[in-house]
């Protein structure tokens, strides 16, 4: 079966997924990092293609490889009060769950995630509002804060196709830095990459905490009810 082609506005990607699952419902990974405890105030990420085409990302360069800074140490968009308000949106009925069908397809295919998966962060993200903005300043349906959009190559986040592709594209990079490990790569979504090396883990955060098991029951319920539709309306496992 094909690879389904990008958009014009989403990069491609240096790294390549190993064959292979870290555990069961993990991730495909392609990368290394090193998880630093609480003690580590530096989380600054730093990444380096080797010869066979694999992105490494790490918060402790070695000196021996040619690391490139990728992102600087800041918190995601995890804070007390969280959630999402919705702008105006005319087609909030139940059809709106499998309204991005293709997108999700065609994202999840490329970026080589699970379809279930995807739904499961947009689901808990914004419900499949195309409109939503959170009171931290995340946009669209896979709630991509400006900064990280902007890093994704995203242009025009209320744009679905462009924001789910983008979406997909961080997961992917999470996905890569945290070895296909499920919990961090959630984690980092919600809290940023840096919050998720500082801590060692998932960060004391209860926003984030109870983002993990909302992302991973949702997750459960996808995986278990073909129908988009159904699987949505219903409550996560």
Known sequence: MPRARPPSSAPRTSWR?????????????????????????????????DA???????????????WKLYAKSKDGKAAPGGGFKPHPFGGGGVDRYARFD????????????????VRAIIKVESDFDPTATSVAGAQGL????????????????????????????????????????LDLTIAAYNAGEGSVMRAGGIPNIPET????????GWYRRYRSVPDPTEASVGSPE
């Open 17 to 49: 997924a190993r064959a292979g699952l870290r555990v069961a419902g993990a991730l495909l990974v392609a990368g290394t990092v090193t998880l630093c405890g609480a003690r580590s105030a530096d989380a600054d990420i730093f990444e380096y293609v």
């Open 52 to 66: 066979d085409g694999v992105v490494h990302f790490t918060n402790v360069p070695s000196k021996g490889d040619p």
């Open 102 to 117: 293709e997108h999700i397809r065609e994202a999840a295919g490329y970026y080589q995630l699970p379809e279930a998966f």
């Open 142 to 181: 896979m709630q991509l804060m400006p900064e990280t959009g902007g890093r994704m190559l995203v242009v025009d986040p209320w744009d679905p196709r462009e924001n789910i592709f983008g979406g997909c594209r961080y997961l992917r990079v999470l996905a890569n830095m945290f070895n296909g490990d």
């Open 209 to 216: 905490q109870n983002y993990v098991v909302q992302v991973k």
